[in-house]
């Protein structure tokens, strides 16, 4: 019976600790050596006596073990105040951001119409002088009214005019300038306005001379009028505010044949550029 018992076991003996040094061949011939302990198995449980389980609520940890009792570990909620106020602002610029998208579109304002006529030349009187450093030239006084007329067809909104920008030339020569102030144009109204451009005592040096012999011709004295100006409409502060640019040209001529030296335009030509 114990020879049965020892052929039972003889299959589940291990090498000791103390016997690693010996020869492994002659230690399985000897199954029955004081220094083999036989191989105990063990089933292990898939979880261990204590074995924790943890169960989330909305806002608890729900703390299990084996002997049924329960424990609450309250857990920090992932939705702190700022979380909630970041997303309350969003929500609140982005209806925001619809809400001024609807409206300007339902009230979009139309493109102003700007036109530009030449009033009155009050002066313009070229007269021979010396300058500061002694050179013989022309000298011209010029005066001249100019009416800018706007458009404004928008029913809601009212129109801002930035000052305009206006400039005579004779040829390439930029004899007189002026820029003038800002101005407004009521919702749904047509305004003139008045600009005044002038100089005075302007040295012309050798274009002064041609241009007195222009104007004792019945062709004239060919100016060119350029004026720069930018108007927008302020639907909601700077957030929407669609501006326009306005550049018109002039091609005027003076004459002052038969007019005792007196300078009147007999031709005008306005367009607008852009």
């Given at each position: 019976?114990?020879?049965?018992?020892?052929?039972?076991?003889?299959?589940?003996?291990?090498?000791?600790?103390?016997?690693?040094?010996?020869?492994?061949?002659?230690?399985?011939?000897?199954?029955?050596?004081?220094d083999?302990?036989?191989?105990?198995?063990?089933?292990l449980?898939?979880?261990?006596?204590?074995?924790?389980?943890?169960?989330?609520?909305?806002?608890?940890?729900?703390?299990e073990?084996?002997?049924?009792e329960?424990?609450?570990?309250?857990?920090?909620?992932?939705?702190?105040?700022?979380w909630?106020?970041?997303?309350?602002?969003?929500?609140?610029?982005f209806?925001?951001?619809?809400?001024?998208?609807?409206?300007?579109?339902?009230?979009?304002?139309?493109?102003?119409?700007?036109?530009?006529?030449?009033?009155?030349?009050?002066?313009?009187?070229l007269?021979e002088?010396?300058?500061?450093?002694?050179?013989?030239?022309?000298?011209?006084?010029f005066?001249?009214?100019?009416?800018?007329?706007?458009?404004?067809?928008?029913?809601?909104?009212?129109?801002?005019?930035?000052?305009?920008?206006?400039?005579?030339?004779?040829?390439?020569?930029?004899?007189?300038?002026?820029?003038?102030?800002?101005?407004?144009?009521?919702?749904?109204?047509?305004a003139?306005?008045?600009?005044?451009?002038?100089?005075?005592?302007?040295?012309?040096?050798?274009?002064?001379?041609?241009?007195?012999?222009?104007?004792?011709?019945?062709?004239?004295?060919?100016?060119?009028?350029?004026?720069?100006?930018?108007?927008?409409?302020?639907?909601?502060?700077?957030?929407?505010?669609?501006?326009?640019?306005?550049?018109?040209?002039?091609?005027?001529?003076?004459?002052?044949i038969?007019?005792?030296?007196?300078?009147?335009?007999?031709?005008e030509?306005?367009?607008?550029?852009?």
């Amino acid at each position: 019976m114990e020879r049965k018992e020892e052929e039972h076991y003889s299959n589940y003996f291990v090498q000791s600790p103390s016997s690693g040094f010996h020869d492994q061949e002659s230690e399985f011939q000897s199954p029955s050596r004081y220094d083999s302990v036989p191989l105990v198995l063990v089933r292990l449980d898939e979880s261990p006596k204590h074995s924790d389980f943890l169960k989330y609520s909305e806002n608890k940890c729900v703390f299990e073990d084996d002997d049924d009792e329960k424990r609450l570990m309250p857990l920090r909620s992932p939705k702190s105040g700022w979380w909630i106020v970041l997303q309350i602002l969003w929500r609140f610029l982005f209806s925001f951001g619809v809400a001024l998208l609807v409206f300007y579109i339902a009230t979009q304002p139309p493109h102003p119409n700007i036109s530009f006529r030449i009033g009155r030349i009050n002066q313009f009187i070229l007269q021979e002088g010396v300058d500061s450093h002694g050179v013989t030239t022309m000298f011209l006084t010029f005066n001249c009214t100019t009416n800018l007329i706007v458009d404004n067809k928008s029913n809601v909104f009212g129109l801002h005019i930035h000052p305009p920008s206006i400039k005579f030339f004779f040829g390439p020569l930029n004899f007189a300038k002026m820029i003038g102030t800002k101005l407004y144009a009521s919702s749904h109204e047509s305004a003139t306005f008045q600009l005044y451009i002038g100089t005075e005592n302007h040295a012309m040096y050798g274009a002064g001379r041609d241009m007195g012999d222009m104007l004792q011709t019945k062709a004239g004295l060919p100016l060119i009028l350029r004026m720069n100006l930018i108007s927008d409409f302020r639907v909601v502060w700077n957030i929407i505010n669609p501006k326009y640019h306005h550049n018109v040209e002039c091609l005027l001529l003076l004459s002052n044949i038969g007019r005792h030296n007196q300078a009147t335009v007999v031709r005008e030509k306005c367009r607008l550029v852009s």
